[in-house]
Each structure stands twice: as structure tokens, then as C-alpha cells.
Nanobody, 124 residues
Framework: QVQLIESGGGAVQTGGSLRLSCAAS????????MGWFRQAPGKDREFVSY????????YYADSVKGRFTISRDNLKNTGYLEMNNLKPEDTAIYYC?????????????????WGQGTQVTVSS
């Protein structure tokens, strides 16, 4: 069983930066993809970013493209989401997720493992 634990959330002002981490206990399946999602108050959960097992294929929601960078270190069983130039609309609970298969996953239902979430608050 894989467990995911996020960290690195916090409160910043507009234009600030945060780096989220997602530590996995238990070895992820070789070939598994990792994603980040977020959910703002009163809104549905939305896809943010995806990275494949090797870390050489990434995908971003248009709303974060050019500002967020996803990466992973499989030796450390850890994924990362570097967030720069943060905006108030980025305020949400951020969740990391892992799926047991490869291939791009844009929907939450395509992921089998989820973290508990970490709060990101951006003030204007």
C-alpha cells in the first residue's frame, strides 16, 4: 500500500513562491505517474499538473503553465511542485496523487493513491 504525505503549503502574498513536496511511503510501481490537484472552497477539484515515472514528460493546466514546475525524485520517493508568481486564485488545498499505471492522467478517478492535502493561501 502506498501512502502520500504532502508538505510545504503555507500563506504567501501575490507574487510569492512555495514548493510543495509529496513523500511516498512504500515503493511506487515502476512506471507510475504522479499528479497534483487542487480544490478551492466551493469549487470542484481540478487538475494542476502531471509528471511521468521518468520525469521527462510533464503536463500543466493552462492556469498554471509557465508558473508551476512539477518534478520527482524516485530515489527519494518524493514528488515536488514548485509554484512561482502565485496569485490569489491559486488559493486551495493541494493534493498529490499517484497512479499505478503510466500514461497521462487528467482526472482524479485515474489515480489510486492520494495525500491528505496541504493548504496554500495567497493574499493580495
Amino acid at each position: 500500500q502506498v501512502q502520500l504525505i504532502e508538505s510545504g503549503g503555507g500563506a504567501v502574498q501575490t507574487g510569492g513562491s512555495l514548493r510543495l513536496s509529496c513523500a511516498a511511503s512504500g515503493r511506487l510501481f515502476s512506471g507510475s505517474g504522479m499528479g497534483w490537484f487542487r480544490q478551492a472552497p466551493g469549487k470542484d477539484r481540478e487538475f494542476v499538473s502531471y509528471v511521468n515515472w521518468k520525469g521527462d514528460i510533464t503536463y500543466y493546466a493552462d492556469s498554471v503553465k509557465g508558473r508551476f514546475t512539477i518534478s520527482r525524485d524516485n530515489l527519494k520517493n518524493t514528488g515536488y511542485l514548485e509554484m512561482n508568481n502565485l496569485k490569489p486564485e491559486d488559493t486551495a488545498i493541494y493534493y498529490c496523487a499517484a497512479r499505478a499505471v503510466g500514461g497521462l492522467g487528467l482526472r482524479g478517478v485515474e489515480y489510486q493513491y492520494w495525500g491528505q492535502g496541504t493548504q496554500v493561501t495567497v493574499s493580495s
